[in-house]
């Protein structure tokens, strides 16, 4: 009789274990705070860079289709953001990779005039 109330007990006890990981699951589980990266910030970093990265992570982290994401897109999207809010329409501009080589590539070898 001793050892099936044993048993009893120990049944119990795994079972408010499990029931109490499975509350705490529940609980934290929609709110990522738990295991969310933090953001480490350089030292020469300014402060605002904080926002940055902290939208950064939460898209790369709660994004519905993070499949879809183009990290490349991302940052260059952001640079464009950058140099749009300096306000300078006429001297200021961002050109991808890409659209820099058409550029100088259009440019080569057809400069002509005084000399």
């Known amino acids: 009789m001793k050892r099936i109330t044993q048993l009893a007990i ?15 699951g529940l ?3 929609g709110s990522g705070h738990l295991f969310e990266p933090g953001v480490i910030r350089a030292a020469d970093e300014p402060a605002q860079f904080d926002v940055f990265w902290q939208a950064w992570n939460l898209i790369q982290n709660r994004f519905v289709d993070r499949s879809s994401l183009d990290t490349t897109q991302l940052v260059y999207g952001a640079i464009r953001g950058m140099v749009d809010a300096t306000g300078d329409e006429g001297h200021t501009a961002f050109l991808p990779p890409e659209e820099v080589e058409i550029q100088r590539s259009g440019m080569a070898g057809k400069f002509s005039g005084i000399g």
């Open 27 to 29: 609980a934290l589980g």
């Open 10 to 24: 120990i049944v119990v006890i795994v079972m408010a274990m499990t029931t109490c990981a499975f509350g705490a």
